[in-house]
């Protein structure tokens, strides 16, 4: 329960605080930068070492790579979307999760064989 | 185009915005957690570079996008749209900074400090983000 916790706090406070650091620069191409912030990985991979170590933590950062390259793939799709079709952007995003879990468990579909 | 930094444009979101933003970041902070657990750090892994705040933040710039150009009398159109989809083109180099964060932390976390590890690799995806977005503008 205390981890649960921790993991709602400190979470949530690296990604209100990134998002807020978006919300701050100009031009938007510069501030979506931040919508790509470390924040979830930086407090999962903290209190990650702390419970599980850090061959554990280590780990979760190598498949990370794959997350990474699937928010590309999910990002670059938004952006034509939205230019392309004018839909509203609550609408985009939502509808092309499903682009990121395909992408990100491709990829470690393909590479679960490697070691770490 | 020069990058401006203004604070004002925080008084723009409101309370229950903020509210939303920390709690779904929290959500998948423990949702991460969760998959880890069950599945592994092979699979939970993935779930550190998830979209978490994406479409909260799109949705966000879209619609003070509109409210900008209504207040300023003008016909919004697709304005919402386009702002959306500039921050959807910085969030896709933001995401090549993510895998330099993803890459260090995965080579350096075995072989020193924790608190080192996380806040050089933080600043790795801070300068190859910056430098993508850069090397963007200059073409």
């Known amino acids: 329960m205390r981890e649960i916790f921790l993991r709602m706090v400190i979470g949530g406070s690296l990604v209100s605080a990134f998002a807020a650091l978006g919300d701050i620069f100009k031009p938007k191409t510069f501030a979506g930068l931040f919508g790509a912030a470390p924040s979830v990985a930086l407090a999962t991979l903290a209190l990650t070492v702390d419970t599980q170590g850090k061959l554990y933590a280590a780990i979760e950062a190598r498949s990370m790579i794959g997350g990474a390259l699937a928010f590309f793939v999910y990002s670059s799709c938004v952006c034509w979307l939205l230019f392309r079709y004018k839909w509203p952007a609550l609408l985009v995003t939502l509808l092309l999760i499903p682009v990121w879990i395909v992408t990100s468990f491709g990829i470690w579909l393909a590479f679960r064989g490697e070691t770490p | ?139």
């Not at chain 2, 710039?61 to 509109?66: A, D, R």
């Open chain 2, 1 to 139: 185009m020069k990058v401006k930094a203004s604070l004002s444009a925080l008084k723009q979101t409101k309370w229950y915005e903020y509210a939303t933003r920390f709690f779904i970041g929290g959500a998948i902070t423990v949702f991460a957690g969760v998959i880890a657990k069950k599945f592994g750090p092979t699979v939970g892994g993935l779930f550190l570079a998830f979209p978490a705040i994406f479409p909260a933040s799109a949705t966000l710039i879209e619609k003070h996008e509109k409210q900008k150009k209504e207040r300023a009398g003008m016909h919004a159109g697709h304005r919402g749209q386009d702002a959306a989809a500039l921050d959807a083109v910085g969030a896709a180099m933001g995401s090549i900074g993510l895998i330099a964060f993803a890459i260090l932390v995965w080579f350096s976390l075995t072989r020193f400090p924790t608190f080192a590890v996380l806040a050089a690799s933080a600043m790795a995806w801070l300068v190859v983000s910056v430098c993508i977005w850069i090397a963007s503008e200059r073409t």
